[in-house]
């Protein structure tokens, strides 16, 4: 029974979170679509969610929690970045949503960014994450945020050049937490 319980309220809270999002995403996100060599920069679309399934699990190891896969059915164009390779399959993401703890102060978080592994090493992530943060840029939001653990070198070298500071230690989960201040709010 206390199993049952603490699930319902895992639930209830995942809810919350997903209607929240589904609120404060609507028209968010700058639809502007990049060529840049053999990539293409785009916002993301329903079509494209099992590859990004499919690339998470193999990157991360773990499958994107399932909140999160039914939010992004409804808002791929608002919260997705993607960097599709010349065969349309999906060569980088960076997968946004907007937390708790920042309701209220208009910043986006990006959660994960990640490169399929025959991409990495090749500014791919760097590319994405300016062409996003160009597309939030539109004067409704103050500014982004995103997490990176102190020991993974390419992602805080990656969300530098895009424009992040770091600005704090993150206590849970134990990270360093990255701000970029936008510049044009209305
Ligand atoms: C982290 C990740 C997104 C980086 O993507 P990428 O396209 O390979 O990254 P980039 O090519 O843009 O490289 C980022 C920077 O890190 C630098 N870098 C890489 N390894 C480095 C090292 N050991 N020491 C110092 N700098 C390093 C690169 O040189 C590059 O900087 P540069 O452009 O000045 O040379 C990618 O490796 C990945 O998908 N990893 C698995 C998922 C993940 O961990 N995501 C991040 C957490 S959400």
Not at 121 to 141: F, I, M, V
Not at 156 to 180: C, N, V, W
Request: net charge positive.
């Amino acid at each position: 029974m206390p199993a049952l319980i603490h699930s319902l309220g895992h639930l209830n809270h995942d809810v919350k979170l997903w209607k929240h999002n589904l609120q404060l995403s609507r028209g968010i996100r700058r639809q502007s679509v990049v060529t840049d060599g053999d990539f293409t920069f785009k916002p993301g679309e329903n079509r494209y969610l099992k590859q990004i399934e499919a690339l998470h699990l193999q990157v991360f190891r773990e499958p994107l929690p399932r909140w999160l896969v039914w939010l992004y059915r409804f808002r791929a164009r608002q919260l997705i970045g993607l960097a599709l390779d010349g065969e349309d399959k999906v060569a980088c993401y960076n997968l946004f949503m907007f937390q708790e703890v920042e309701y209220g102060e208009d910043i986006i978080h990006e959660l994960y960014v990640a490169v399929a592994p025959q991409y990495q090493g090749q500014g791919l992530a760097t590319k994405l994450r300016c062409y996003s943060l160009e597309a939030y840029d539109n004067g409704r939001l103050n500014g982004v945020s995103t997490l990176a653990h102190h020991t993974d070198i390419k992602a805080l070298r990656s969300a530098q050049k895009a424009g992040y500071a770091i600005t704090k230690e993150s206590a849970k989960p134990p990270a360093l937490y990255l701000y970029r201040q936008f510049m044009r709010k209305f």
